[in-house]
């Protein structure tokens, strides 16, 4: 057995001359290889003999995610390899959707812990949690400028949801659309000048889809149409492209558009029914997303789901899909370099 340094080389000595098998033996979760894993090669008599095997490993970072019954979930932190799973929060309340600080030193979510759902913001460890928003109604879905100075929320408090947007202490709360349609899944575009999010009209009309406006409301305009609904657009990275969940019949993918709405390549989710809530790495080459297995009943948004339904994180990249990472939903990536993604 030789193990192999990343984009390194291995030698193996003192092998005899002649016809030799050469597996590779991915130990990795992150990782995929190109090609046959087994090969045969010919090892001539005091010569040298070459194999070359390609690799390609995804991101390696923090996620945050959310797990449990539906009206006792709690967020966690887990390596997207799978280890050092954390819990963060402990009440017997839904606490979900997260969102990271551009910094990494905070996490925004939802949670109904003082008997309505509100946004919060605590320490990445979990510590000091405070409440933001006090209005009736329900306040959810926090997403941050990339500047840290705003969260961008959905709240029904003036009848209807619209998406709002406030100081990142919760002071200042803007309401920024006005849409006949439902509105929910705000993201804010890395330049801070955008906010995507998704409207739904009802089952028989094209403004369904994704849509992108100005960060002060103004200048909306539909970036997909999907009479089944597009939702919860995703950024990447570099802003030139935004990864959503697209909604045929019973079955929701994972789709991804140009940022100027040109070209929609679907990626390829073996085995998967619902693509829900991706979320880029920090690198733009790796998505999370949650969703269901075959098998699972779960309907195309977790919020639906009953407690005995387990939906899973996956990572996507390429064209190519991981197996299960943790059983969550709500995926979302610690911002920052690999070298600061421990907990």
């Known amino acids: 057995i030789l193990t192999l340094p990343a984009n390194g080389t291995g030698v193996f000595t003192h092998i005899r001359a002649g016809e030799i098998v050469v597996r590779f033996v991915q130990s990795s979760l992150a990782c995929d290889i190109s090609g046959v894993v087994e090969r045969t090669i010919q090892v001539p008599f005091n010569g040298v003999a070459e194999i070359r095997f390609e690799v390609r490993c995804a991101w390696i970072g923090l996620l945050a995610f959310a797990a449990g019954p539906y009206t006792d979930e709690d967020i966690y932190v887990v390596m997207s390899d799978g280890s050092g799973l954390k819990r963060l929060t402990f009440l017997r309340a839904t606490d979900r959707d997260p969102a990271w600080s551009p910094d990494g030193a905070r996490i925004a979510f939802t949670s109904a812990r003082d008997g309505n759902l509100e946004i919060y913001v605590m320490n990445a460890d979990g510590s000091s949690p405070v409440r933001l ?38 002071t200042d ?145 390429g064209a190519t899909m991981r197996a299960n990472l943790i059983a969550g939903s709500n995926p979302s990536w610690r911002p920052g370099t690999a070298t600061d993604q421990s907990q």
């Open 133 to 170: 928003t006090n209005a009736p109604g329900a306040d959810t879905r926090p997403a941050w400028s990339r500047d840290g100075t705003r969260i961008a929320f959905v709240s029904n408090r003036d009848g209807r949801a619209e998406i709002y947007a406030m100081n990142a202490d919760g």
């Open 173 to 317: 709360p803007v309401r920024l659309t006005s849409d006949a349609g439902i509105v929910d899944a705000p993201d804010w575009s890395p330049d801070g000048s955008r906010i995507a999010y998704q409207r739904d009209d009802g089952p028989t009309t094209y403004l369904n889809g994704i849509w992108i406006m100005n960060s002060d409301g103004s200048n909306a305009i539909q970036l997909t149409a999907n009479v089944s609904g597009d939702y919860q657009p995703a950024w990447s990275p570099d802003g030139s492209r935004i990864a959503f969940a697209r909604v045929f019949g019973s079955v929701t993918s994972l789709f991804v558009v140009e940022g100027d709405g040109k070209g929609i390549p679907q990626m390829s989710l073996i085995n998967f029914v619902q693509a829900r809530d991706p979320s880029w790495s920090p690198d733009g080459t790796t998505i999370a997303v949650g969703g269901s297995r075959v098998g699972e009943t779960c309907g195309w948004y977790d919020y639906y789901c009953t407690s005995d339904i387990t939906s899973h994180i996956h990572q996507i990249f």
